[in-house]
């Protein structure tokens, strides 16, 4: 299915429109679509380094959704690099 | 819940507001108010900041806020209102970034109520600051990791640290 | 020095101002504003208020303040600015009786300064809170002693009692 | 010397002028003026309990005077009963 994540922070640099897409397998988990963005970046944004990557979250609008959670069924997801808010 | 305020302003339209949120939790019952306002620094790390854009994601945001207040609201364990803004766009040295008001019958569980919300605000919101320097650079500020490994790791390493994270907020 | 500011005002001819506390504190130096307010409540240990009357010895309460702020200063060891203003006379319900504004580059120490600062005017800043209740009864309420031998027998009671003084302030 | 101590507080019911004036010795202690206020607030002013003399400062405008300082010069000092500020 595909996938539309949408960008923030320092992540916004990976796509000027503030989201990517990605084609992923139905019932994807956040692992695999970490996964994913890992190899979409290395391919279309090298400025984004991979630990960035790793150390971000993903998340509904509703809640931050863990490595083991499933994809939403709408397939929007947010890409939450480290917060500094405040 | 009338007791939780939670609000994200888009600069460009209005600042935030600190008469408002001292309104919003005055109540007769209260006699301690505690707040906290963040503001835009003229340096961070050693560097000239001219301003800082706030990047949010707002539902999500929203939701956190809404959160953190409910969690204070078990924390407390009796009547209280909470009070908590953050600022999205484009600040200058001086605005207002965030601000938390936090009322209660007595001064302690204010304090506490309104320290508790500032940290989850800066450790759990979905929001982003982007430095803007005199030399026309930028960069966005390393923050804390909402990955639960991640967030475990950075919390331990901030204990160890006594309690300054190495990220510096 | 400039970056302490007392106050004992006469709310007869003004309340207490919230807006000139920040405006004092603002400094393009500083991130962190925590304030504290304390408000008249409606009830006290299950009375029903309706004012209080603060007494004051203003020449001492303003020099106990400005010794508060270098003692803040001492504390925080970096730069700060700290407002304090109590309130004399007629108080109604809601109407601010102390108002605590601290600022400092980051946000834990303007918490520390502005803690600090509360809980010494109010264990030691010569202030006296009459409270008018419903039934047209009035109280002076039960205090900290400032002699020394009993104030050191107070708070290490406080302490032994989970950091709380017997008599509820 | 005359001295005129200054009420505050529940001590205001001393004296509605707001103030008492004792005779006591020349340098006397802070220690012995306490114990004048008690002689006079058990003639003049029953409703005053002596623990809250026992439990109140004595203070000039500066500052605090503890029980082995000696009365000011001024002949002025303050009394100041248990504080509940804030």
Same mark, same amino acid.
């Given at each position: 299915?595909?996938?539309? *994540?949408?960008?923030?922070?320092?992540?916004?640099?990976?796509?000027?429109?503030?989201?990517? %897409?990605?084609?992923?397998?139905?019932?994807?988990?956040?692992?695999?679509?970490?996964?994913?963005?890992?190899?979409?970046?290395? %391919?279309?944004?090298?400025?984004?380094?991979?630990?960035?990557?790793?150390?971000? =979250?993903?998340?509904?609008?509703?809640?931050?959704?863990?490595?083991?959670?499933?994809?939403?069924?709408?397939?929007?997801?947010?890409?939450?690099?480290?917060?500094?808010?405040? | 819940?009338?007791?939780?305020?939670?609000?994200?302003?888009?600069?460009?339209?209005?600042?935030?507001?600190?008469?408002?949120?001292?309104?919003?939790?005055?109540?007769?019952?209260?006699?301690?108010?505690?707040?906290?306002?963040?503001?835009?620094?003229?340096?961070?790390?050693?560097?000239?900041?001219?301003?800082?854009?706030?990047?949010?994601?707002?539902?999500?945001?929203?939701?956190?806020?809404?959160?953190?207040?409910?969690?204070?609201?078990?924390?407390?364990?009796?009547?209280?209102?909470?009070?908590?803004?953050?600022?999205?766009?484009?600040?200058? *040295?001086?605005?207002?970034?965030?601000?938390?008001?936090? =009322?209660?019958?007595?001064?302690?569980?204010?304090?506490?109520?309104?320290?508790?919300?500032?940290?989850?605000?800066?450790?759990?919101?979905?929001?982003? &600051?982007?430095?803007?320097?005199?030399?026309?650079?930028?960069?966005?500020?390393?923050?804390?990791?909402?990955?639960?490994?991640?967030?475990?790791?950075?919390?331990?390493?901030? &204990?160890?640290?006594?309690? &300054?994270?190495?990220?510096?907020?």
């Amino acid at each position: 299915m595909m996938l539309r *994540i949408t960008l923030f922070g320092a992540l916004r640099d990976a796509d000027a429109r503030g989201f990517i %897409e990605l084609d992923v397998p139905d019932h994807s988990t956040i692992a695999q679509v970490r996964e994913a963005v890992q190899r979409y970046v290395r %391919e279309h944004a090298l400025t984004i380094s991979p630990n960035l990557i790793q150390r971000s =979250a993903f998340a509904s609008d509703e809640e931050v959704l863990h490595n083991h959670r499933q994809i939403p069924e709408n397939g929007m997801l947010a890409i939450l690099p480290p917060v500094s808010g405040g | 819940m009338t007791d939780i305020h939670t609000a994200v302003v888009d600069i460009a339209h209005a600042p935030l507001d600190v008469a408002g949120a001292l309104d919003f939790v005055s109540d007769p019952r209260f006699g301690g108010v505690a707040t906290f306002i963040g503001r835009v620094r003229q340096h961070n790390l050693g560097r000239v900041v001219t301003g800082v854009s706030y990047d949010l994601f707002e539902p999500l945001a929203l939701r956190t806020f809404q959160a953190i207040g409910e969690r204070a609201r078990q924390e407390v364990g009796g009547p209280m209102k909470l009070y908590i803004a953050h600022a999205k766009g484009h600040l200058r *040295i001086g605005d207002l970034a965030v601000v938390i008001a936090a =009322a209660t019958p007595h001064r302690d569980e204010a304090f506490r109520t309104c320290r508790l919300a500032i940290e989850a605000v800066k450790h759990e919101a979905p929001i982003w &600051k982007q430095e803007h320097y005199v030399d026309g650079d930028s960069a966005w500020s390393e923050g804390c990791s909402l990955c639960e490994e991640h967030r475990d790791a950075e919390l331990a390493a901030a &204990k160890q640290g006594g309690n &300054k994270h190495g990220h510096g907020h």
